[in-house]
């Protein structure tokens, strides 16, 4: 008693048409969804670059108030982690639990006082790196 094996076409395996139609319904969903996910990505740097700011912003107002003054542009924003020798025993710092970050684009905070509209400026120039700009590559900050 033999069995007879059978071979049915489904049993072989897809064929080279049918993993093309794969490869391109997949190309396509990913020529979809990646800009989406790609904008969704530079939205949330520039979150961050306005989040860090604000926590400047914060922790400016509280060396303000113990030493009476803003960080002059020379000492700049590290001077929220190490007194300057200007700031005297009024310090009391630091300011910020961690180090001075750079912007979410890997460039140092431009900081400024006295600013041109306020006390100070805290400006990250945003992806490109230079002054000016839309979307992404706008300029960020308090000024």
Known sequence: MFAARIHSKASKGFTLLELLVVIVIIGLLAAYVGPKYFSQLGKSEVTVAKAQIEAFDKALDTYRLDVGRYP???EGLNALLVAPPTAGAKWNGPYLKKGVPPDPWGRPY?????????????ISLGKDGQPGGEGENADIGVQ
């Open 110 to 122: 431009q900081y400024k006082a006295p600013g041109a509209k306020a006390d100070y400026e805290i």
């Open 72 to 74: 002059s542009t020379e």
